[in-house]
């Protein structure tokens, strides 16, 4: 199988891109695990499709190392926020990105012609420990 794919990395989190907007990926949960191991394949924490929406301006799925999918990344969603302006899907400097925890804000910045950096909102911390999910002894996760 041929995939075309973009990589990409935010403050060190590095995601295969594709482009679900023109093309479609029958098994995201399957390919994820097959491209991110290192040193086997192409490598990264996961993938990410980037995708039409109908309730924002695109959509994001983010697909983990092992196949499970995710419901955020804060690095990665900025990383999409780039590749949509930068290929020509939208000229618009504030765009909204539908994920599996909501619709995410991002305001780009960009600088002759180009994507320099993106701030996203995304939204009050969650701390408790049963919500992330994490295990913890603690009720809390901090510090």
Do not use: Q, W
Request: charged share 20%; aromatic share 8%; proline share 2%.
């Amino acid at each position: 199988m041929k995939v075309a794919f973009t990589k990409m990395h935010g403050c060190g989190n590095d995601y295969i891109y594709v482009d679900c907007i023109k093309n479609e990926v029958e098994n995201p949960n399957e390919l994820s695990a097959l491209m991110s191991p290192r040193h086997f394949s192409v490598g990264g924490d996961g993938l990410v499709l980037i995708c039409s929406s109908n309730v924002a301006d695109f959509k994001m799925r983010m697909f983990n190392l092992d196949g499970s999918e995710g419901k955020m990344c804060g690095n990665a969603i900025r990383c999409v926020g780039k590749f949509v302006y930068d290929n020509g899907y939208t000229t618009s400097k504030n765009i909204s990105i539908e994920t599996l925890s909501g619709i995410k804000y991002l305001t780009l910045n960009v600088t002759n012609g180009k994507v320099d950096y993106v701030t996203v909102n995304m939204g009050k911390a969650h701390l408790i420990a049963k919500d992330i999910p994490v295990i913890s002894s603690k009720e809390k996760v901090i510090s």
